[in-house]
């Protein structure tokens, strides 16, 4: 059996392309199973509820040799904790190419699309499979999702005709008051822990050469409803200290994305986090918040610019 999941602090795109590809390699005679690596986020659990469905298994310790396929990643410090011991024998993924090795020839599908479910959705098509209800509905949540319903640059054509050709599959006869009841679901955050705000869309990336590396935690916040996460800017700014000393990082960024208006607001923990925003973005911060103006896509606006910086420096 084929243990199939997407990246640690799942988001909705990592959850739905576990269903989705696990569905579609069973349908083509791979057996596979759909695994989470971490709790559902607002916006997914109103997914799977709106479609009836169940959220898959949280990942099990997996035995050392045990195949896997990863969607929606590729990078070990995204990934479960002992993937250096799997066999991954399938990728299907839309962001950078970060450190995979495999012990046998995998099967990669990559392509630079706004998201996973649109590679899912062009599978189905090539393999001349009929795309079901549930499927179509899932990787219809996964694009408006990931690109904030055509909101982010990371869009392309490819997710336009996707979503064209899914929301009628689907049965969704208005694509714009889904996404935004999705948007809605993801920003009711209640009273959840500041440390589970910032985890909930958080990735931790190596930055720089060898010889001076660097580990960066950045976490999103996507929501219709800025006002609220900056009411707990004390309590997230706490949180952010204590993760970065936890985990050891060099720095930690929270980047707060207005979805409506397309902008980003990004919380600055200390003098160094100003200084790479201010050499990398040219942002300045004040009151310990830096405006970042519409680079609203971590993957494609502000990951890139720090790479850059880093290895510059
Ligand atoms: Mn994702
Ligand atoms: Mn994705």
């Given at each position: ?14 959850i ?12 083509q ?6 695994y ?11 997914v ?13 310790e ?28 399938r ?16 099967y ?9 479910g ?13 795309v ?13 999702s990931?690109?904030?319903?055509f ?33 809605a ?129």
């Amino acid at each position: 059996m084929l243990a199939v999941f997407g990246h640690l602090n799942p988001d909705t795109d990592a959850i739905t392309a576990a269903l989705v590809y696990a569905h579609l390699l069973t349908r083509q005679g791979v057996q596979a199973q759909a695994y989470r690596l971490g709790e559902l986020n607002f916006e997914t659990a109103f997914v799977l509820r709106e479609a009836g469905m169940q959220a898959p298994a949280l990942l099990p310790e997996l035995p050392a040799g045990t195949a896997v396929a990863l969607v929606d990643h590729n990078e070990s410090a995204q990934s479960a904790p002992n993937l250096s011991e799997l066999n991954v024998t399938r990728v299907v993924d839309h962001h950078k190419l970060g450190d995979l090795t495999t012990t046998q020839p995998p099967y990669l599908r990559f392509e630079p699309v706004g998201c996973t479910g649109t590679i899912l959705l062009k599978l189905h098509r090539e393999a001349g499979l009929e795309v079901d209800v549930l499927d179509a509905r899932l990787m219809l949540s996964a694009i408006l999702s990931d690109t904030l319903h055509f909101r982010s640059p990371t869009t392309t054509a490819d997710d336009q005709d996707a979503v064209a050709f899914l929301a009628p599959v689907a049965g969704i006869e208005d694509v714009e008051t889904y996404a935004l009841a999705m948007f809605a679901a993801k920003s009711d955050l209640g009273d959840t822990p500041a440390e589970t705000l910032l985890r909930m869309d958080y990735k931790v990336f190596p930055f720089g050469h060898p010889g001076a590396p660097q580990q960066w935690g950045i976490g999103v916040i996507e929501t219709t409803n800025p006002a609220y996460v900056f009411g707990r800017q004390a309590e997230l700014l706490r949180a952010m200290d204590a993760v970065k000393a936890e985990d050891g990082l060099n720095g930690v960024l929270l980047s707060v994305v207005d979805i409506l208006n397309g902008t980003n607001r990004t919380l600055v923990l200390s003098a160094t986090e100003e200084k790479v925003l201010r050499e990398a973005f040219g942002a300045s911060a004040g009151e310990q918040v830096a405006d970042l103006g519409a680079r609203i896509s971590r993957k494609k606006q502000i990951v890139p610019a720090l790479e850059e910086y880093f290895n510059q420096a």
